[in-house]
């Protein structure tokens, strides 16, 4: 069995594993509505089926990918992602949103049409043969990816300050986590086969399974988590206490960011 056929069976795996423990989550939800469940449960369902076309055993017709340009284009990682990636943001926008009994639907809807966006230009970049052609429409699909951030950001992240201190923090923390693990798709995209050619198709094969995992499963666990200790910070099962210690720990971090540029910018 080739390399990347073996790194994504293992993603399927991880899809698997991490749907059945989603969905089992949702049996106690614990204050969260069980509709934030459902959709972290289909998230690794749909991914982990988009990524197994490309490993089953394929005649003339290869399942999930397809040769272009000197490369191997893997139409099936967008036909998961134009899917997943604006449930990602709706169960973000969720978070932001979670005491407010009416959500706004007009944002949220704006930001998930935004990444449909992202993904289908992310695709036809990866469609075109010509040079220039593929990074133009590459960076159409940066600038709608900084729309999504802004609104991650901007509007989302003032709307959960006004709904106290704790979701406030909650929020940052996932939404920092979101925003990194992010970032690395289109920095994949551009050094891997698709772009420059920096790395070969295995390496970025296998870096395709890592982030999707973490941004997938590890981001609906601390999120769902972190909005079950809410409700019921008293009474935490084990899960709960390491997904709050994971986002105790980010905290950590951001703030380590913050107390480092204090004295950058009095120096400036």
């Given at each position: 069995m080739?390399?990347?056929?073996?790194?994504?069976?293992?993603?399927?795996?991880?899809?698997?594993?991490?749907?059945?423990?989603?969905?089992?989550?949702?049996?106690?939800?614990?204050?969260?509505?069980?509709y934030?469940?459902?959709?972290?449960?289909f998230?690794?369902?749909?991914?982990?089926?988009?990524?197994?076309?490309?490993?089953?055993?394929h005649?003339?017709?290869?399942?999930?990918?397809?040769?272009?340009?000197?490369?191997?284009?893997?139409f099936?990682?967008?036909?998961?992602?134009?899917?997943?990636?604006?449930?990602?943001?709706?169960?973000?926008?969720?978070?932001?949103?979670?005491?407010?009994?009416?959500?706004?639907?007009?944002?949220?809807?704006?930001?998930?049409?935004?990444?449909?966006?992202?993904?289908?230009?992310?695709?036809?970049?990866?469609?075109?043969?010509?040079?220039?052609?593929?990074?133009?429409?590459?960076?159409?699909?940066?600038?709608?990816?900084?729309v999504?951030?802004?609104?991650?950001?901007?509007?989302?992240?003032?709307?959960?300050?006004?709904?106290?201190?704790?979701?406030?923090?909650?929020?940052?923390?996932?939404?920092?986590?979101?925003?990194?693990?992010?970032?690395?798709y289109?920095?994949?995209?551009?050094?891997?086969?698709?772009?420059?050619?920096?790395?070969?198709?295995?390496?970025?094969?296998a870096?395709?399974?890592?982030?999707?995992?973490?941004?997938?499963?590890?981001?609906?666990?601390?999120?769902?988590?972190?909005?079950?200790?809410?409700?019921?910070?008293?009474?935490?099962?084990?899960?709960?206490?390491?997904?709050?210690n994971?986002?105790h720990?980010?905290?950590?971090?951001?703030?380590?960011?913050?107390?480092?540029?204090?004295?950058?910018?009095?120096?400036?």
């Amino acid at each position: 069995m080739e390399l990347q056929n073996i790194f994504h069976w293992l993603y399927v795996a991880g899809m698997a594993l991490g749907a059945i423990y989603l969905a089992s989550l949702g049996r106690n939800p614990r204050g969260v509505p069980r509709y934030e469940y459902f959709v972290a449960t289909f998230i690794p369902i749909w991914s982990g089926l988009a990524y197994m076309s490309m490993s089953l055993p394929h005649d003339d017709l290869e399942q999930g990918k397809i040769a272009v340009a000197g490369q191997i284009t893997h139409f099936a990682r967008y036909l998961d992602w134009i899917i997943t990636t604006p449930l990602l943001l709706l169960a973000l926008s969720w978070t932001a949103m979670h005491f407010l009994p009416k959500k706004d639907w007009t944002l949220i809807g704006s930001l998930m049409a935004t990444q449909v966006i992202v993904i289908a230009t992310g695709l036809i970049a990866d469609l075109s043969v010509i040079p220039w052609v593929r990074y133009l429409w590459y960076i159409c699909g940066v600038v709608a990816f900084l729309v999504v951030l802004w609104g991650i950001w901007g509007p989302l992240q003032s709307i959960s300050r006004k709904q106290g201190r704790e979701l406030s923090n909650l929020y940052n923390k996932v939404a920092t986590d979101f925003t990194v693990l992010w970032i690395c798709y289109p920095i994949v995209w551009i050094i891997g086969p698709s772009g420059f050619r920096l790395i070969n198709q295995t390496f970025e094969t296998a870096l395709f399974c890592i982030i999707p995992f973490f941004s997938k499963v590890g981001f609906s666990v601390l999120d769902l988590h972190g909005l079950r200790n809410l409700h019921h910070s008293s009474v935490q099962t084990p899960a709960d206490r390491t997904a709050e210690n994971l986002i105790h720990f980010m905290g950590n971090l951001m703030n380590f960011g913050k107390s480092q540029r204090l004295p950058l910018r009095k120096r400036v």
